[in-house]
């Protein structure tokens, strides 16, 4: 039982802290569509999510895909606009 609770404090797939760092890890290793979609899972728990719809829209970058990467850092600016400051 111990294990088990141990286990849920280090491995929280539903947590969007431990979300974000798998995003950004991902990102930080250019492993683009890994970090859309860790950082689409984050969008899924909280929408209004500025950093990781900035940061996703930075992946799509990475990969090519303006248009993508244009309607997040659309969408993030809604929400914050100061989030590239």
Do not use: K
């Not at 950082?39 to 970058?61: D, F």
């Not at 309607?71 to 809604?78: F, H, P």
């Amino acid at each position: 039982m111990f294990s088990l609770s141990v286990m849920v404090l280090v491995w929280c797939p539903w947590s969007v802290t431990w979300l974000g760092i798998r995003a950004y890890d991902a990102h930080a290793a250019e492993n683009y569509p890994l970090a859309i979609r860790e950082y689409t899972r984050i969008l899924e728990i909280n929408p209004q999510n500025a950093w990781a719809l900035i940061n996703r829209s930075y992946a799509h970058l990475g990969l090519n895909d303006i248009d993508a990467a244009d309607a997040d850092r659309q969408a993030a600016l809604i929400i914050d606009p100061l989030i590239e400051q």
